[in-house]
């Protein structure tokens, strides 16, 4: 399945990334712990993935950026590895957020110009 990023927020107070994938609204969801400071949100009903956040999202977007190996056995457990492999290419593709970047996003709704550059239709 193609997973897309629809819209995303940042808090930088508790510095975690909002993500809404393949969905337009956010939704009630199930938040499932992957790895790496990933929480997949599954929808109650249809099961589709609906979103996701990224605790420690400064750590984790440095990691990316190094190249680092983010290990990956609860995903593959839980049968969820596809769309967290989804999450670490976008993050590849896009960088760490800028500070400036960050203030924008932690303003909900974020302003569109900011989501076109962001939420991209290649996840």
Do not use: C, T
Request: cysteine-free; hydrophobic content about 40%; aromatic content about 8%.
């Amino acid at each position: 399945m193609k997973y897309q990023i629809r819209a995303l927020g940042y808090d930088p107070e508790s510095d975690e990334l909002d993500l809404l994938i393949n969905s337009d609204k956010s939704r009630d969801a199930e938040a499932i712990p992957l790895d790496a400071g990933i929480y997949v949100r599954r929808d109650f009903k249809s099961h589709m993935i609906v979103g996701a956040f990224i605790r420690g999202y400064k750590n984790f977007a440095r990691q990316v950026a190094q190249a680092q190996e983010i290990p990956h056995e609860i995903a593959q457990r839980e049968k969820l590895a596809d769309v967290f492999q989804a999450i670490l290419d976008w993050q590849s593709e896009v960088g760490m957020l800028s500070s400036d970047l960050a203030a924008h996003l932690s303003e909900w709704p974020p302003e569109e110009k900011f989501l076109q550059v962001l939420a991209k239709d290649s996840v």
